[in-house]
Structures are given as C-alpha cells and as structure tokens.
C-alpha cells in the first residue's frame, strides 16, 4: 500500500549524497479543494507543492519557503508553500484559454521566484529564468547557481496525488561528492517512473531504483495542508494600503471583503471595523513614538 502524505529522508553512506522521497494525498486534496483549475493547471500546482516541500526540507531553520512561478502565458501565477513542519498550501491564476500540459507552454516567459522566509531574520530571495519545460529545471539551476549544488528532481501529479524525489550532493563543508558517485545515483534516479512514484511505497521504491547501493532511510515525517490566513493578517495588509484608498472603497462597497487566495476564506470589514482598526493602529504609532 502507498505510503500517504509523508516525506522520508534518505543518505548513501560515504557518498556524500543525501536523497528525499515524498508523497502528497490527503494534503494535496486539502489543498485543491478551494480551487478549480483546468486539469494542466491542477497538475503544475500539485507538482509545484511537491518541489516546495521537498525544498523545505533542506533548509535549516524554522520557516517558510515558497516557490512562485510568474509569466506571460495563460497561467500567469503559480505559488506553493511548505513550512519547515510540511505545513503546505498554494494557488495558481490563469486564464480560460488554456493549451498545452508543460509549464512552459502554459506559463510562457517568466521566472522561478524562490523565497525562504525564516522565523526569525530577514527574508531570503532567489529568482531564475524558467528556461526548460519544466519546473525540476528552474530548482536544479537555482541550487546550481545560488548554493553550488548538484541537484535533481522528479515531480509528478496528478488529481490524486503528487509525488516528488530528490538528490543533492552535501554541502561542501560535510562531504565532498565524487563526480563518478553522482553520474551513477543520478542515473539510477532518472530512472524512476510517474507510477513507482505514484504507486509504491518509499523502501520498495528506493531498492528498485539503488538496491546496490549503501543507503540509510529516516524515519517518515508527515505533511498536511494548513492555511495560516488570519484576521490579523490581513487587517495589516489593510494597514499597510493608503487610508484615502481603503475609504473610497468603503464608500463605494459599504465594506471591503477580503478572499484567502490560498482557502477561499472570506475576510469583511465594514465602516465601523475599519475606522477602529485605523484609530488604533494610529494610537499605537503614537504610544512607540512617546516611548
Ligand atoms: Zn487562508
């Protein structure tokens, strides 16, 4: 039976090769409930959510690390979010006019944005150009170029499940890998198809595809979908708009609705809530300016 939303870790011994297994059921359809997007879009976003949490996972510190696809095809945007818990969620916009299944048929000329946004310090941001037809490209050349790291994946999706496998060499300080080492595991991984990845459980998915090979497997870690929208999220977006502009729609509307893109949760202020909201947040400046 497959093994459900959870991402295993594994390392070959002595190679100075770490590797990454993932499967995305339940938290997949927990992400694309809210949306209703054309079959080629729902495919990207699933594998767009599997290279997120697969990124996740190798970086060190307690955050957030997103992965925005922008560009001037049908599909104008695609984000994904994972957190350094797995705590997933994404969405796309698009046009009707959908043709063509690769990202880069439906996305055009654009960009991989890729943000890490740690707990505590400053947010981090790499951007490349989408130059192949998919988006493992866009990642491999970003830790090419950003980290000096040799990285491969394989992402999958369909409306079920998305999948992902990862390789990378360690960092330079831990290992050095051998370019023979990483030419022979990079070919065993490329051999791995849509179905074992969609279909088999991590351990028989890995003997299949290195059997010969020393590696170590950790212990599953799971993944589910979690929507960190909040009021006070969003009443600081507002904050952070031109008051004259926030009136006038308030005038205009009677209130200002505010969707999640990610849950489709509905946020409203009416006269009232935003006057407060702006009263006291223009009391608290004065309170730190005093102090
Ligand atoms: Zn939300």
Not at 74 to 93: C, F, M
Not at 185 to 199: D, G, M, Q, R, V
Not at 231 to 252: A, F, P
């Amino acid at each position: 039976m497959q093994e459900k939303d959870v991402l295993h870790r594994f390392l070959f011994d002595g190679l100075a090769i770490r590797g990454e297994w993932l499967n995305l059921t339940e938290s997949w359809q927990a992400a694309k409930q809210y949306h209703q997007y054309p079959e080629a879009v729902t495919q990207q976003l699933g594998e767009a959510l599997a290279a997120a949490t697969l990124l996740s996972a190798t970086i060190k510190f307690d955050g957030n690390l997103i992965i925005q696809a922008q560009g001037d095809g049908a599909l104008k945007s695609l984000v994904a979010q994972s957190t350094n818990n797995r705590e997933i969620r994404g969405w796309a916009r698009c046009d009707d006019n959908i043709s063509g299944d690769k990202l880069s048929d439906l996305i055009g000329a654009g960009r991989m944005v890729l943000t890490i946004e740690p707990e505590k310090g400053e947010p981090y941001q790499g951007i490349v150009p989408l130059t192949g037809d998919r988006l493992e490209q866009a990642v491999e050349t970003y830790f090419a170029q950003s980290e000096q790291l040799k990285t491969r994946l394989w992402l999958f999706a369909n409306a079920h499940q998305a999948a992902g496998l990862l390789i990378q060499e360690l960092p330079a300080d831990q290992e050095s890998s051998d370019q023979e080492d990483w030419t022979r595991i990079e070919a065993l991984a490329n051999t791995i198809s849509k179905e074992e990845l969609l279909t088999l459980p991590c351990a028989e998915t890995l003997h299949r595809l290195f059997n010969e090979e020393p590696l170590r497997l950790f212990a599953a870690e799971p993944v589910s979908f979690k929507c960190r929208c909040s009021t006070k999220k969003v009443e600081s977006t507002l904050l952070s708009l031109d008051r004259e502009t926030v009136n006038e729609v308030i005038q205009e509307q009677a209130k200002i609705v505010v969707n999640c893109e990610f849950c489709s949760k509905q946020y409203q202020f009416d006269k009232i809530d935003i006057e407060q909201l702006f009263s006291s947040a223009a009391i608290q400046t004065q309170s730190k300016t005093r102090h």
